[in-house]
């Protein structure tokens, strides 16, 4: 039997019973699906997974991508992905018909993702970047670059990437330095570099294109004089045959986890020769590169509880199969010894687990139909929306971030000196979850953007939405005698976070900026504990619906499961925003204050 790497029973329930994706279905962009094909398409996920993806993951960490002066030779196997992904319509999957799309609802596809990721997370990014850089091109860029090269790009030939980081700017994008010089031939010429390139050179596609931050001579300084631009390693000539572009791959980083897709360096220019096509219009690069940015991040928390999924089932396994020691009143060692799920310690760790990755998941999908809502909505609905989703993605990128690590981490405890050997799968999803609170912008940024940005933005109104829904949530739950301690205790922690809030918002009143965004990153990790509250709370309600119907077997296990699960966030989990509540209102800018030379012997 294959290993179990994600539950479908539970993915199945996050889509139909707690956030019921199906609603979806009576809007005109989605009615083309119903349940059944939603359950084929994750089917089909499911196959392609289980049978192509897992029994390469594995090897493709231990015989990673390599430099070979040119180029980045990677696993034959891509190739064979990226145009199944093609074939099977994975790539625009959710793209309008007008671009080949089938206008999959994003909360299913998300799902679909999910399942990718936890089978093979470095072999599932490689589509993804094609999706996303295709996606530009066809919203901004002109019918002819759409023609050239995203309807090639969609059909898994081309590789696709997103061009932002430079050596010397890394996430500081207003210090990108790669320009673009103005020609009168249609095109700019490109000159400089770029690092961490995500799939940015490999030998398994026949092109790779890069939509590419530069900066056009005489722009402003700053993030206001970035443009966008289609940089292909190799452009099309006139009569449709492929020339070099003067992109040349510099490098490729050697990498702790996550080594089955490659990360280049990227040096453009070097004979003057580097071709860019203008998406849009000039300056208002960064723009084109945020309205994507909010799936971007989502799909990056996806991959995070991807591989704690995957490192949760198979600490599962281990510890109903491993038998050691015996139950704390038995005295006699002649007695068989017990498999280790029934000690205490051992389950504390599992519901630890099952809380990140299925709380995770659910704010995961959660955040996907918001972005399906708000493409069938229009005016004030639209906004609302949208406001929620912008006030959310931060956390939604962190929280399975940043606790996909812990997760993992307690997978190789439950397996002990077993989980800390490479003979076991464990360590690798460790290794592979690290790069999560780096890519797409680091915890610390994503911190700075919900307090100094997101709290405030429209005069707090993202916030007002965000209560009001968590308001709906605790009223409901506290129709269920079983759920309204933990409605009320969700209600006191909104009110602790109020306090936190204002008192903060107080100190930015009053100019002192740097001392009000000093702890940004705990007060997104104080944000984040009480979003996932909320989102089990939901789940929690979900479940008491479904036992009403007398379930029994394994989804009567699975409903009390869950209940268990949701009573450890509440009890173990949301107590920690206590004492994170004590650091935020003491505003004594203690790391401000530290000076640099202090850290010196």
Same mark, same amino acid.
């Given at each position: 039997?294959?290993?179990?790497?994600?539950?479908?029973?539970?993915?199945?329930?996050?889509?139909?019973?707690?956030?019921?994706?199906?609603?979806?279905?009576?809007?005109?962009?989605?009615?083309?699906?119903?349940?059944?094909?939603?359950?084929?398409?994750?089917?089909?996920?499911?196959?392609?997974?289980?049978?192509?993806?897992?029994?390469?993951?594995?090897?493709?960490?231990?015989?990673?991508?390599?430099?070979?002066?040119?180029?980045?030779?990677?696993?034959?196997?891509?190739?064979?992905?990226?145009?199944?992904?093609?074939?099977?319509?994975?790539?625009?999957?959710?793209?309008?018909?007008?671009?080949?799309?089938?206008?999959?609802?994003?909360?299913?596809?998300?799902?679909?993702?999910?399942?990718?990721?936890?089978?093979?997370?470095?072999?599932?990014?490689?589509?993804?970047?094609?999706?996303?850089?295709?996606?530009?091109?066809?919203?901004?860029?002109?019918?002819?670059?759409?023609?050239?090269?995203?309807?090639?790009?969609?059909? &898994?030939?081309?590789?696709?990437?997103?061009?932002?980081?430079?050596?010397?700017?890394?996430?500081?994008?207003?210090?990108?330095?790669?320009?673009?010089?103005?020609?009168?031939?249609?095109?700019?010429?490109?000159?400089?570099?770029?690092?961490?390139?995500?799939?940015?050179?490999?030998?398994?596609?026949?092109?790779?294109?890069?939509?590419?931050?530069?900066?056009?001579?005489?722009?402003?300084?700053?993030?206001? &004089?970035?443009?966008?631009?289609?940089?292909?390693?190799?452009?099309?000539?006139?009569?449709?045959?492929?020339?070099?572009?003067?992109?040349?791959?510099?490098?490729?980083?050697?990498?702790?986890?996550?080594?089955?897709?490659?990360?280049?360096?990227?040096?453009?220019?070097?004979?003057?020769?580097?071709?860019?096509?203008?998406?849009?219009?000039?300056?208002?690069?960064?723009?084109?590169?945020?309205?994507?940015?909010?799936?971007?991040?989502?799909?990056?928390?996806?991959?995070?509880?991807?591989?704690?999924?995957?490192?949760?089932?198979?600490?599962?396994?281990?510890?109903?199969?491993?038998?050691?020691?015996?139950?704390?009143?038995?005295?006699?060692?002649?007695?068989?010894?017990?498999?280790?799920?029934?000690?205490?310690?051992?389950?504390?760790?599992?519901?630890?687990?099952?809380?990140?990755?299925?709380?995770?998941?659910?704010?995961?999908?959660?955040? &996907?139909?918001?972005?399906?809502?708000?493409?069938?909505?229009?005016?004030?609905?639209?906004?609302?929306?949208?406001?929620?989703?912008?006030?959310?993605?931060?956390?939604?990128?962190?929280?399975?971030?940043?606790?996909?690590?812990?997760?993992?981490?307690?997978?190789?405890?439950?397996?002990?000196?077993?989980?800390?050997?490479?003979?076991?799968?464990?360590?690798?999803?460790?290794?592979?979850?690290? $790069?999560?609170?780096?890519?797409? &912008?680091?915890?610390?940024?994503?911190?700075?953007?919900?307090?100094?940005?997101?709290?405030?933005?429209?005069?707090?109104?993202?916030?007002?939405?965000?209560?009001?829904?968590?308001?709906?949530?605790?009223?409901?739950?506290?129709?269920?005698?079983?759920?309204?301690?933990?409605?009320?205790?969700?209600?006191?922690?909104?009110?602790?976070?109020?306090?936190?809030?204002?008192?903060?918002?107080?100190?930015?009143?009053?100019?002192?900026?740097?001392?009000?965004?000093?702890?940004?990153?705990?007060?997104?990790?104080?944000?984040?504990?009480?979003?996932?509250?909320?989102?089990?709370?939901?789940?929690?309600?979900?479940?008491?619906?479904? $036992?009403?119907?007398?379930?029994?077997?394994?989804?009567?296990?699975?409903?009390?499961?869950?209940?268990?699960?949701?009573?450890?966030?509440?009890?173990?989990?949301?107590?920690?925003?206590?004492?994170?509540?004590?650091?935020?209102?003491?505003?004594?800018?203690?790391?401000?204050?530290?000076?640099?030379?202090?850290?010196?012997?």
């Amino acid at each position: 039997m294959a290993e179990k790497f994600f539950s479908e029973k539970n993915l199945k329930f996050t889509l139909y019973d707690v956030h019921n994706v199906e609603s979806l279905l009576k809007h005109e962009r989605f009615s083309d699906y119903n349940k059944e094909s939603f359950d084929m398409v994750l089917d089909t996920a499911k196959n392609i997974a289980v049978n192509f993806m897992y029994p390469l993951y594995s090897e493709m960490d231990k015989n990673p991508p390599e430099y070979t002066g040119s180029t980045i030779k990677v696993n034959k196997a891509v190739k064979e992905y990226m145009l199944t992904s093609g074939e099977g319509g994975w790539i625009n999957a959710t793209f309008p018909p007008e671009h080949g799309g089938q206008q999959m609802p994003l909360s299913l596809f998300n799902a679909c993702m999910f399942i990718f990721a936890s089978a093979n997370y470095s072999l599932s990014v490689y589509p993804g970047l094609i999706s996303g850089a295709a996606s530009l091109i066809y919203n901004y860029g002109t019918e002819e670059l759409q023609k050239k090269y995203a309807e090639v790009m969609v059909t &898994g030939r081309w590789q696709g990437t997103m061009a932002l980081t430079e050596p010397e700017a890394g996430s500081s994008l207003s210090d990108v330095k790669t320009s673009a010089t103005p020609t009168d031939k249609g095109y700019y010429l490109i000159d400089g570099a770029k690092t961490f390139i995500s799939a940015g050179d490999h030998d398994n596609a026949e092109n790779i294109v890069h939509l590419m931050l530069a900066r056009v001579k005489g722009a402003p300084a700053g993030v206001k &004089g970035l443009s966008l631009f289609v940089v292909p390693k190799y452009r099309l000539t006139e009569s449709g045959a492929l020339e070099f572009n003067d992109v040349n791959c510099a490098g490729c980083y050697h990498k702790m986890g996550y080594r089955g897709a490659p990360i280049a360096q990227l040096s453009m220019g070097e004979s003057d020769d580097c071709r860019g096509y203008l998406v849009g219009k000039e300056n208002m690069g960064l723009t084109y590169m945020f309205l994507m940015m909010n799936e971007a991040r989502i799909n990056v928390g996806l991959g995070a509880a991807a591989i704690a999924s995957a490192a949760y089932y198979s600490a599962l396994e281990y510890t109903k199969e491993r038998t050691q020691g015996r139950n704390s009143l038995e005295k006699d060692p002649l007695k068989p010894q017990i498999p280790i799920i029934e000690h205490a310690d051992i389950k504390r760790m599992l519901l630890q687990q099952r809380a990140i990755v299925e709380g995770s998941l659910s704010l995961m999908v959660y955040a &996907g139909k918001l972005v399906d809502l708000s493409r069938i909505s229009s005016g004030e609905e639209k906004e609302h929306y949208e406001l929620l989703l912008e006030l959310l993605t931060p956390i939604v990128k962190t929280y399975p971030s940043e606790m996909g690590i812990v997760s993992t981490s307690l997978a190789i405890q439950c397996l002990g000196g077993y989980g800390y050997s490479s003979e076991f799968p464990v360590e690798q999803y460790m290794r592979d979850a690290r $790069i999560h609170p780096i890519h797409e &912008g680091t915890t610390g940024i994503q911190g700075m953007d919900l307090l100094g940005r997101k709290v405030t933005m429209k005069k707090g109104a993202a916030v007002k939405i965000y209560l009001d829904e968590i308001k709906k949530t605790t009223d409901e739950a506290s129709l269920y005698s079983d759920l309204k301690p933990y409605a009320t205790q969700l209600n006191d922690a909104l009110t602790l976070w109020k306090t936190v809030t204002n008192g903060l918002l107080g100190i930015a009143a009053k100019g002192e900026i740097d001392l009000f965004l000093a702890d940004a990153t705990l007060y997104l990790e104080f944000s984040g504990i009480i979003c996932l509250a909320w989102q089990w709370l939901i789940q929690g309600t979900a479940v008491l619906k479904m $036992i009403q119907n007398s379930p029994s077997g394994s989804d009567l296990n699975f409903a009390e499961g869950k209940l268990f699960t949701m009573r450890y966030f509440f009890e173990y989990e949301l107590p920690k925003i206590h004492g994170l509540s004590i650091r935020l209102k003491n505003a004594d800018g203690l790391t401000l204050k530290m000076k640099p030379e202090f850290f010196e012997d």
